[in-house]
């Protein structure tokens, strides 16, 4: 398929994919669960909550951390309840079991079965009756009901005080005593965590399912998966083995075409070629970003640990200083920070290579970005410290706290300090390529998508701030996919794909056309069910049926391409062998051949283990996601970050050769490790909770219950041999990133046995001196 062909049919996805989330978008703003101007009670007019507590109550949860404690409707962290799950199930046996003291005498589970069932049947018109007025925008009640509600906010108003009778429910879910001292901020998070339940309770007007299509799973008031959930599942099952059928079809049609056999160098391309002082300057990008893995596996280390020992760490109380939320948000926006970091650097690496010439004051440029990025970093994380301490007051909390979403945990000021940071890096990466695009020649389409997609990462990343302080969960759900899914699984992944795709061709391993008909192909691919496929994240936040149906069957098609990473995989381990001076970028390369493996594995296998909305219902919101998170974050994204950042110092590095001992041992302890990780406990605890999930319900396989017997305790602790091994194999990497520095991973010049290696240079002209 010619280039054009390909450029109209990468249009065309993107046009008409995000014409659909648009449309989507609107329906589910205008469906969205409502928030009542007031809660009364029916017998005598008693408000319980108005609009704003509620709203108000939203902030206060994400003040606290939001999904970094606990969960609501399924996003959110693992180790405290879902919350929305915890008060419906709480607010439904209260019911019972005060109907069936009052009416007979007992406890509602001491009633014969016959008995039971006809109180849970009135339990289902109590509580899944709508009785919201659209026309006055009150919610009203029943009496029974308002007991209810008022039992449940003391229950929680102990536990995120500092009721001695919740000190052991506290340690289950890694809660510190007084995490909320306030009594009328307990009030208001109480009013946030009623609406939460109750949209997750009540039906849709005309229509038999409630607001979150069901979930959660709760047999006592009859939530279980609707038709359309199952249909729709089976229908993701057929599009996914038809889209697999079609690709292979298609490959086989390609595989008796001629084809020129590969001519590789005999020798470096690069070596001989001068490095520009804007590439050098990138050098300090890298190091923090070796800094800050081995910071984030080690608060990850920490946050697994609340798991099994939620007031501490071996006996440190820790919680004091540093509690679970803190750790666990730290641990995630690291992460993506030490990601980003590497990508960007490796594209302001990149762009004077690739464009042939050093703008004037581009490495002032470059320092410039690289104090920014330290800013925001050590700014943000600054922030959340002081908003989970409920030092912040709710509209600062907005601005320089803790959001409280989920991989956007940063204030709204960090977040617009960051996106004008990445727009400063498209400026600076598009004003050192853009003359090679403007002279064109074979790479012109490589280009162009390389711009497009670092465009693209800006754009996208501004998708998170379409919400505000007091958006309504269901829409801030919907922005917050986009950032996750669309900035990035979507569009850095294009970009990752296009910057291979350079540094190979730039080292004569891959043909130019070859690379262009690959990168573009696989982009459309993979677009073609990625971007309509972030609704598969929203089956379960407010949206309609229709958002259901097409994130099942988009989600599905989301996987087809990632059947080829095989082929990927080998041609990456093949190039790395095609002739003696690539050896030089063995490691780079292994990690490339990683990010395929865990692109299978994790994107692929363990996506789609927890994608179609019949598995998710019972899985969401358990261990079974980070099973899926991990092996695609890291062993995706981290991978291709290490990659990067090694091919990038390889080009940067001494006229000495590099001792690979330790990186060999980062290489195989890192996966391994991950592996093991996942393995020996993620996987195990989450099969356990989806069985006890479809068995008695959502509630009880998040219960401190369920999770605090001796087997879940076992299996968490068995998570500590992986994270061992990970954690020796992110040192080594550090300590190898390092030594760069001072020397020890770099082989003294004259080493018997090896060619002395010569400074990586992209660029023939001598660098200009900068004014």
Same mark, same amino acid.
């Given at each position: 398929?010619?280039?054009?062909?390909?450029?109209?049919?990468?249009?065309?996805?993107?046009?008409?994919?995000?014409?659909?989330?648009?449309?989507?978008?609107?329906?589910?703003?205008?469906?969205?669960?409502?928030?009542?101007?007031?809660?009364?009670?029916?017998?005598?007019?008693?408000?319980?909550? /108005?609009?704003?507590?509620?709203?108000?109550?939203?902030?206060?949860?994400?003040?606290?951390?939001?999904?970094?404690?606990?969960?609501?409707?399924?996003?959110?962290?693992?180790?405290?309840?879902?919350?929305?799950?915890?008060?419906?199930?709480?607010?439904?046996?209260?019911?019972?079991?005060?109907?069936?003291?009052?009416?007979?005498?007992?406890?509602?589970?001491?009633?014969?079965?016959?008995?039971?069932?006809?109180?849970?049947?009135?339990?289902?018109?109590?509580?899944?009756?709508?009785?919201?007025?659209?026309?006055?925008?009150?919610?009203?009640?029943?009496?029974?009901?308002?007991?209810?509600?008022?039992?449940?906010?003391?229950?929680?108003?102990?536990?995120?005080?500092?009721?001695?009778?919740?000190?052991?429910?506290?340690?289950?879910?890694?809660?510190?005593?007084?995490?909320?001292?306030?009594?009328?901020?307990?009030?208001?998070?109480?009013?946030?965590?009623?609406?939460?339940?109750?949209?997750?309770?009540?039906?849709?007007? !005309?229509?038999?399912?409630?607001?979150?299509?069901?979930?959660?799973?709760?047999?006592?008031?009859?939530?279980?998966?609707?038709?359309?959930?199952?249909? *729709?599942?089976?229908?993701?099952?057929?599009?996914?083995?038809?889209?697999?059928?079609?690709?292979?079809?298609?490959?086989?049609?390609?595989?008796?075409?001629?084809?020129?056999?590969?001519?590789?160098?005999?020798?470096?391309?690069?070596? !001989?070629?001068?490095?520009?002082?804007?590439?050098?300057?990138?050098?300090?990008?890298?190091?923090?970003?070796?800094?800050?893995?081995?910071?984030?596996?080690?608060?990850?280390?920490?946050?697994?640990?609340?798991?099994?020992?939620?007031?501490?760490?071996?006996?440190?109380?820790?919680?004091? *200083?540093?509690?679970?939320?803190? /750790?666990?948000?730290?641990?995630?926006?690291?992460?993506?920070?030490?990601?980003?970091?590497?990508?960007?650097?490796?594209?302001?690496?990149?762009?004077?290579?690739?464009?042939?010439?050093?703008?004037?004051?581009?490495?002032?440029?470059?320092?410039?970005?690289?104090?920014?990025?330290?800013?925001?970093?050590?700014?943000?994380?600054?922030?959340?410290?002081?908003?989970?301490?409920?030092?912040?007051?709710?509209?600062?909390?907005?601005?320089?706290?803790?959001?409280?979403?989920?991989?956007?945990?940063?204030?709204?000021?960090?977040?617009?300090?960051?996106?004008?940071?990445?727009?400063?890096?498209?400026?600076?990466?598009?004003?050192?390529?853009?003359?090679?695009?403007?002279?064109?020649?074979?790479?012109?389409?490589?280009?162009?998508?390389?711009?497009?997609?670092?465009?693209?990462?800006?754009?996208?990343?501004?998708?998170?701030?379409?919400?505000?302080?007091?958006?309504?969960?269901?829409?801030?759900?919907?922005?917050?996919?986009?950032?996750?899914?669309?900035?990035?699984?979507?569009?850095?992944?294009?970009?990752?794909?296009?910057?291979?795709?350079?540094?190979?061709?730039?080292?004569?391993?891959?043909?130019?056309? %070859?690379?262009?008909?690959?990168?573009?192909?696989?982009?459309?691919?993979?677009?073609?069910?990625?971007?309509?496929?972030?609704?598969?994240?929203?089956?379960?936040?407010?949206?309609?049926?229709?958002?259901?149906?097409?994130?099942?069957?988009?989600?599905?098609?989301?996987?087809?391409?990632?059947?080829?990473?095989?082929?990927?995989?080998?041609?990456?381990?093949?190039?790395?062998?095609?002739?003696?001076?690539?050896?030089?970028?063995?490691?780079?390369?292994?990690?490339?051949?990683?990010?395929?493996?865990?692109?299978?594995?994790?994107?692929?296998?363990?996506?789609?283990?927890?994608?179609?909305?019949?598995?998710?219902?019972?899985?969401?919101?358990?261990? /079974?996601?980070?099973?899926?998170?991990? %092996?695609?974050?890291?062993?995706?994204?981290?991978?291709?970050?290490?990659?990067?950042?090694?091919?990038?110092?390889?080009?940067?590095?001494?006229?000495?050769?590099?001792?690979?001992?330790?990186?060999?041992?980062?290489?195989?302890?890192?996966?391994?490790?991950?592996?093991?990780?996942?393995?020996?406990?993620?996987?195990?605890?989450?099969?356990?909770?989806?069985?006890? &999930?479809?068995?008695? !319900?959502?509630?009880?396989?998040?219960?401190?219950?369920?999770?605090?017997?001796?087997?879940?305790?076992?299996?968490?602790?068995?998570?500590?041999?992986?994270? /061992?091994?990970?954690?020796?194999?992110?040192?080594?990497?550090?300590?190898?990133?390092?030594?760069?520095?001072?020397?020890? &991973?770099?082989?003294?010049?004259?080493?018997?046995?090896?060619?002395?290696?010569?400074?990586?240079?992209?660029?023939?002209?001598?660098?200009?001196?900068?004014?």
């Amino acid at each position: 398929m010619r280039p054009t062909r390909l450029w109209a049919a990468f249009v065309t996805v993107i046009v008409l994919s995000f014409a659909v989330l648009g449309y989507f978008g609107f329906e589910i703003y205008r469906t969205a669960p409502p928030v009542p101007a007031r809660v009364v009670v029916a017998s005598d007019g008693r408000t319980l909550f /108005t609009g704003q507590d509620i709203r108000d109550g939203q902030n206060v949860w994400q003040s606290l951390g939001g999904q970094e404690v606990g969960s609501i409707w399924g996003h959110g962290a693992y180790v405290a309840p879902d919350w929305s799950a915890d008060w419906l199930h709480r607010e439904a046996t209260w019911i019972l079991d005060v109907w069936a003291r009052d009416e007979k005498g007992k406890t509602f589970d001491e009633l014969p079965a016959p008995e039971r069932a006809a109180l849970v049947e009135r339990l289902k018109a109590e509580l899944r009756t709508n009785t919201y007025d659209a026309a006055t925008g009150t919610l009203t009640v029943s009496p029974i009901r308002a007991r209810a509600i008022e039992e449940v906010s003391k229950h929680y108003a102990a536990v995120f005080g500092a009721d001695p009778a919740m000190a052991e429910l506290r340690d289950a879910y890694a809660i510190p005593a007084e995490t909320i001292k306030d009594p009328e901020r307990q009030r208001l998070m109480n009013a946030f965590f009623f609406w939460a339940a109750w949209a997750c309770a009540t039906e849709r007007p !005309g229509a038999s399912i409630t607001y979150s299509n069901n979930w959660p799973s709760e047999p006592l008031i009859g939530n279980h998966p609707s038709g359309a959930l199952v249909v *729709w599942s089976a229908v993701s099952f057929v599009l996914l083995l038809a889209g697999i059928g079609a690709l292979a079809w298609y490959f086989a049609t390609q595989r008796h075409r001629a084809t020129e056999e590969p001519v590789y160098p005999e020798r470096d391309p690069l070596v !001989g070629l001068q490095a520009t002082p804007s590439m050098r300057a990138t050098r300090k990008y890298f190091w923090v970003v070796a800094a800050l893995i081995v910071t984030q596996i080690g608060l990850g280390a920490v946050s697994a640990h609340y798991g099994v020992e939620g007031s501490g760490f071996y006996g440190i109380p820790l919680d004091r *200083w540093l509690p679970y939320a803190v /750790t666990r948000t730290w641990h995630v926006q690291l992460g993506i920070f030490w990601i980003a970091t590497a990508w960007l650097a490796t594209g302001l690496f990149m762009a004077p290579a690739v464009g042939g010439h050093e703008p004037k004051f581009q490495r002032a440029g470059v320092h410039f970005l690289f104090v920014c990025l330290l800013v925001i970093v050590v700014g943000s994380l600054a922030g959340q410290w002081f908003a989970v301490r409920q030092k912040l007051g709710l509209e600062a909390n907005f601005w320089f706290g803790h959001q409280g979403y989920e991989y956007v945990d940063l204030g709204r000021f960090w977040q617009i300090f960051l996106l004008v940071g990445l727009f400063l890096w498209l400026f600076l990466v598009g004003r050192a390529m853009w003359p090679a695009l403007r002279k064109g020649g074979e790479n012109k389409n490589l280009l162009a998508l390389f711009l497009i997609a670092s465009a693209a990462i800006g754009l996208f990343y501004g998708a998170g701030l379409m919400w505000g302080r007091q958006t309504n969960l269901a829409m801030a759900e919907y922005w917050r996919w986009w950032v996750v899914h669309l900035w990035v699984e979507g569009f850095f992944e294009v970009f990752a794909t296009v910057v291979i795709a350079f540094l190979f061709t730039r080292m004569g391993l891959l043909r130019i056309a %070859t690379a262009t008909h690959a990168v573009l192909f696989s982009t459309v691919l993979f677009l073609s069910g990625g971007i309509i496929g972030t609704f598969h994240h929203l089956y379960f936040t407010g949206t309609p049926t229709a958002v259901l149906a097409l994130g099942a069957t988009f989600s599905a098609l989301e996987v087809v391409p990632l059947v080829l990473i095989g082929f990927e995989a080998y041609e990456n381990l093949t190039l790395s062998r095609a002739r003696p001076w690539v050896a030089a970028y063995k490691w780079p390369i292994y990690f490339f051949v990683a990010v395929a493996f865990w692109n299978l594995v994790g994107a692929g296998l363990f996506g789609f283990f927890i994608n179609p909305p019949i598995a998710l219902y019972y899985m969401q919101g358990l261990n /079974t996601t980070p099973v899926h998170g991990h %092996t695609a974050l890291f062993g995706v994204y981290g991978m291709l970050g290490i990659g990067l950042m090694l091919f990038c110092l390889k080009g940067l590095s001494t006229h000495r050769a590099w001792k690979t001992g330790a990186l060999s041992f980062a290489f195989w302890a890192i996966n391994i490790g991950l592996a093991l990780m996942v393995l020996l406990s993620l996987l195990p605890v989450g099969l356990l909770q989806t069985w006890a &999930s479809v068995e008695h !319900g959502m509630w009880y396989a998040r219960s401190a219950e369920f999770l605090q017997t001796p087997r879940m305790d076992t299996l968490r602790w068995m998570r500590v041999v992986g994270d /061992t091994i990970f954690a020796a194999g992110a040192l080594a990497l550090g300590w190898f990133v390092l030594g760069l520095k001072t020397g020890w &991973s770099l082989r003294a010049e004259g080493d018997p046995g090896l060619e002395p290696e010569r400074e990586v240079i992209l660029i023939r002209q001598p660098a200009k001196r900068e004014a």
